[in-house]
Structures are given as C-alpha cells and as structure tokens.
C-alpha cells in the first residue's frame, strides 16, 4: 500500500472509531483528525502527511478547513464540522455535509443509522432511517441547487 | 443538497431565496447514490469516480442531461 493510501486509510480508521465515546485517545471537539494527529498515530513527519492531505485534496477526497489546514472540513461523507446531519450509527454520532452524505455515512460505515435532518424551508424535523441496508421509506425530497459541473467550484455551499 | 418534506415545501423554499426550482429526487434515488460514491469509502481500493463514471451512475437511477454531467458547460 502506497503511503497516500496509508495515511487515507488511517485517517477513515481515526474518524470511524473517533465518533465512538469509548474510542476517544486524543480528546478533541471534532470527529474528523488533525494532520497532527494521525502524524502521531503513524509515527511519521508531519509535514509528510500535510503533502498526503493536499494530494487528497487535489483529487476531490478531502476539504481542508479554510485558513488552517491542518484541520479537515470535509472527509466525505463525514463532516469536520457540526451540521443539521445528524447521523447516528449504534452508540456513535457523526456529521454529515449533507442529505447524500447522511446516507452516505451509514453506505461507508455499512450499518444501520438514524439520521437527523430537518425540512430545509420549514425547519420541521426528518428522521430518516437505514435498516437492514436499506433506507426505511418516507415521504421526502432531495433538492440539488448546484449542476454537477459546479460542485467543486464551492464545495462547502454544495 | 438539502431535504425537504415535500415538492411543496421545497418550492417555498425556492420562493424565498429567489431561486429556480432544479432537480428533486427521492429517498430510493439517493440511496443508491450513496452506496455508489460511499460504499468502499473505508477501502484502500476507494476514489471518486471520474466524470463520464459520474454521468453512468446518474443515468443508473434516471438522472440524466446537463444538469447531471460534471464536463457540462450550460445546464
């Protein structure tokens, strides 16, 4: 495995059991690591995997928090950030960037989740859940404002 | 991408912004967007798939024209 796939990896392992209460080894507000932080978990130079988080960048895998980026707004589908995605699988809680990465959470993490959201024009709760690999039917609309050419143009608005 | 409860509700939500209406899709259609982009997500072997992949998947659960093509310049 090349060290940008390593690194990757780690980073997916450090978020996945970061969400966990009983996992948490290095206490922080969010759920996404630092470049510090899996630095120190892989023994490795720092600047080395800031070179990794920027080539991840690059190839649309990751969203560095604006003006520091050593810190991760978006690893997708997971968020760096709190947001109004709430997903919850088992005893954990994630972020997500939005409708399709709440669903997308419970795709990568390959459990059943409980997700949060609410009705963007009225504020009126959604709970949506995913069961048995598969999303529990309800009424509810997905609405893309932003043509898929334009989705990295502002990823954090799309 | 946002949810709503309803068509209706995402029009009320258009109104206020003064933005046109674009594409709506359904809890089934997202699924398998998700599973498709996220489902190997934790795999070494994961990216993101290339743009004429993107327009196949979206095509896959009838999402198709330039709204849905990432190398369109008019949508």
Known sequence: MDFDTTVKMKLYEMIAGRADPLAIKIPTLANIPTSIEVAQVLGVPLEDVAAVFERLHKKRLLVPEPGDPTRIRMAPPFSGVETPFKVRVKQRTFFANCAWDSLGIAAALHEDAIIDASDAATGEPITLEVKLGQPVAQECAIHFVVPAAKWWEDIIYT | ?75
């Open chain 2, 1 to 75: 991408m946002l949810f709503f409860r309803s068509e209706e509700t995402v029009d009320r939500w258009c109104k206020q912004r003064g933005l046109p209406r674009c594409p709506i899709i359904n809890l089934e259609q997202l699924w398998f967007l998700a599973v498709t982009w996220y489902g190997n997500r934790l795999t070494a072997e994961s990216r993101r798939p290339g743009p004429d992949e993107m327009v196949q998947i979206f095509a896959q659960v009838g999402l198709e024209g330039p709204f849905w093509d990432p190398k369109a310049d008019q949508w």
